[in-house]
């Protein structure tokens, strides 16, 4: 089945630095990617969704100064925390599709960001 | 009104015994997707189903099963003769047009099944 790859899993770094993280669909083209954060112990919200070769689409009251997402390629996103805080201390997950419209959404298993 | 309501925050069950989780949702499109999700304490997300608005016929996989009533716009997922390998948060989700075709999950529910 299709496979997405995320990566780190798991990264602690200081505030005020940046994190970058990788979304890569492994065996299918993914035209579309989103992002997701977790809150503990909450649900997922969508931060932003990017096509491929388009600038990202962010959701209401997402930052696009300090999330920023790249989608270069049909196979990578990246999302970049730009001067991370404590507060940003959170669950990131993508998950991605292909252009058809009954494509099911792929997930990766998530990177765990923590801001000391 | 929430798109996707999951009603039960947290259940805790006994292993063996029956659980349904439940899930309201709300569109006004007639086209739409439903799905259900797990999500163990290793927090990826684990695909368990995705239904179509046009396909009522209930679904058995194993010792899942789900519950699809336009009618009443539940989707309700029952676990039989639970296991403590189920213990994790469930979320069910929506797309649709109406909300963008971007996936719009519940607050989740999370089981506990204790030996």
């Known amino acids: 089945g299709a496979v997405v790859s995320q990566h780190p899993s798991w990264v602690i770094c200081k505030s005020g630095t940046s994190v970058k993280i990788e979304c890569r669909s492994l065996d299918f083209q993914a035209t579309t990617m989103f992002w997701y954060r977790q809150f503990p112990k909450q649900s997922l919200m969508l931060m932003a969704t990017s096509n491929e070769g388009s600038k990202a689409t962010y959701e209401q009251g997402v930052e696009k100064d300090k999330f920023l997402i790249n989608h270069a390629s049909l196979t990578l996103s990246t999302l970049t925390v730009t001067s991370a805080h404590p507060e940003d201390s959170s669950f990131y997950i993508c998950s991605a599709k292909t252009s058809s419209y009954n494509s099911p959404l792929h997930f990766g298993n998530g990177t765990r960001l923590t801001v000391t | 009104a929430q798109k996707v309501t999951q009603a039960q925050t947290e259940i805790s069950v006994v292993e063996k015994e029956d659980v349904t989780l439940d899930c309201v949702y709300e569109?006004?499109?007639?086209?739409?997707?439903l799905f259900w999700y797990k999500q163990p304490p290793s927090g990826e997300l684990v695909f368990l189903i995705r239904?179509?608005?046009?396909?009522?016929q209930n679904e058995i996989s194993g010792r899942y099963s789900w519950n699809f009533q336009k009618s009443t716009s539940s989707f309700n997922f029952t676990i039989t003769a639970s296991q403590v390998v189920d213990s994790a948060v469930y979320f069910c989700a929506l797309r649709c047009l109406e909300y963008g075709n971007k996936l719009v999950f519940g607050a989740g529910t999370i089981l506990r099944v204790k030996s």
């Open positions: 239904r179509n608005s046009f396909d009522e």
């Open positions: 569109t006004r499109d007639t086209t739409y997707y």
